[in-house]
C-alpha cells in the first residue's frame, strides 16, 4: 500500500498514520459499522485529515465533495487521531485506490472517484509546498 507508520490498534481496530496529517482506521475483517468500503483482500476503513483553522476545513470538504464525490458522511471534530492538527476530519465512503487507467489531472473532470492512494498525494504535495514557502521566507528573512 502506501508509505506508513507503525499501526495502532484500539479495540481492533487498527490507526495507520500514513503522512502527518493523514491516518486511516482500518476495520476488522467483518466491517461492524457497515462502512461498505471492503474489498477482496483489504479492509473497510475510515480517514482521518487534520486541519488547523476553518478555511482549510471547508476547503477539503469543497474538494471531497466535488473531485472525490463523497457524499456519505463528513464529520469534523478536535483531533482525536491526527497528531500535530487542532481538528481533523472524518471521511466515511472514500474508495482505496484510484483508477489506474485515468489517474491524470487531464481527466478530473471525466473520473466520478478518486481513492486515497490521490488524496495522499495531494497531502504530500501541500506538504512540501509549505516546506518551500517555509524555507523560502526563512532565507528572505536572512538575507535581509
Known sequence: ?????????QQDFMFIE???GLVICEAPTEDPHS????QA???AFLVYLGYNIPQERDEWIARLRGV??????IM?????????YWYEIKIRG???YSNPTVFDLDYLSELEQYGLDFLFHMRQMELEAAAYEEMTTSRILKSA
Not at 500500500?1 to 490498534?9: E, N, T
Not at 472525490?68 to 458522511?73: A, S, V, Y
Open 94 to 96: 472514500m474508495q482505496r
Open 41 to 43: 483482500n483489504e479492509p
Open 68 to 73: 472525490w464525490k463523497i457524499d456519505t458522511e
Open 35 to 38: 462502512w461498505g468500503n471492503a
Open 1 to 9: 500500500m502506501l508509505a506508513q507508520s507503525i499501526p495502532l490498534v
Open 76 to 84: 469534523y471534530r478536535a483531533a482525536k487521531r491526527v497528531s500535530g
Open 18 to 20: 500514513l503522512l502527518p
